[in-house]
């Protein structure tokens, strides 16, 4: 079997997403979300498999599908899942979940997009309205930005570029 079917078959539903969070002390963990409602923690063995993980070290259960998840890249443990319509921020070290940015926020467009800003301060959400949203996720659940992207109908990605101000948009 190789990596991701191992993990892969034991959501009741397709995987949406997976990450490898960015931390040295995490090294050996996988995240997995998947439409069943379901975000699941791995461990993976120091000496690599010797038979199939069935059992994840934590699992987290949201009120919808789940369609991405992204680790913050400077704060151990905070991740950002996101179903159709909301954003889940939660500390993954006892799945607790720190709050919600919901429909009233986001406005009723399908989410396509989740990031990190690189320094970990900004989360990024692109909408099918081609809405780029940016929380300073520390201060408030309202954004503290939001620009048009650019057009068209096919789905839209945001990303932090590296350290510096910029924001791609695909």
Known sequence: KNLIAMYT????????DLSF???????????????????????????????????????????????????NPIAENIIAIRGARDVI????SDMSQLFTIGETTLGTND???????SDGSTLLTLGKDKTLRLFDVRKSQT??????????????RAISLGFSNYILTC
């Open 9 to 16: 078959s034991h959501h009741s539903a397709p995987v949406q």
């Open 21 to 71: 969070p960015g931390f040295s002390s995490q090294i050996h963990k996988l995240y997995t979300c998947s439409s069943d409602s379901t975000l699941k923690l791995w461990d993976i063995p120091k000496g690599g498999f010797i038979s199939d993980c069935s059992t994840p070290t934590s699992t987290f259960t949201a009120p919808y599908a789940l369609r991405s998840l992204a680790c």
């Open 89 to 92: 921020v939660l500390d993954s």
């Open 111 to 117: 989410l396509q997009s989740l990031s990190w800003s």
């Open 143 to 156: 954004p503290t930005s939001e620009v048009l992207a650019h057009g068209g109908n096919r789905n839209s």
